[in-house]
């Protein structure tokens, strides 16, 4: 499966849910059937709640991954707050398998994984 990326915020990490929606509306557009985000931010959008719904009552074949969140607490966080079947929340843990002191833990967290000292694709000093 080809790998595509859609960019939703800007190179600093700010960025706006508007932003963030027409970023998941272009990778829908573009037949992606895994979306993977990870970001934060408190509050729910009517905007990006709807164009969920939709995806759901289209049955359209996608799957979002996305961060708890990013502060260390027990808020819910953007996106991963949406109850939603296409929706997972996903939390970090380091080697030890104890929990990122930055990751979300909350009754929304659908699955843990490594999420420090992990190797990315953004490069450094660059």
């Known amino acids: 499966m080809p790998l595509f990326i859609g960019k939703g915020l800007d190179d600093s990490g700010g960025g706006s849910t508007s932003g963030v929606l027409d970023s998941m509306e272009i990778c829908v557009h573009s037949v992606v059937k895994v979306i993977n985000m990870?970001?934060?931010g408190a509050g729910s959008s009517t905007s990006v709640q709807t164009f969920l719904t939709q995806l759901e009552n289209d049955r359209t074949d996608v799957f979002i991954v996305a961060a708890a969140g990013n502060v260390?607490?027990?808020s819910y966080s953007f996106l991963a707050l949406y109850d939603s079947p296409l929706v997972m929340s996903i939390t970090a843990v380091d080697m030890n398998g104890e929990r990122a002191?930055?990751?979300q833990y909350n009754d929304q967290v659908d699955i843990i994984a490594p999420g420090v000292g992990v190797k990315s694709t953004v490069t450094m000093n660059s």
């Open 38 to 40: 990870s970001l934060g």
């Open 101 to 103: 002191s930055f990751s």
């Open 72 to 74: 260390g607490d027990a």
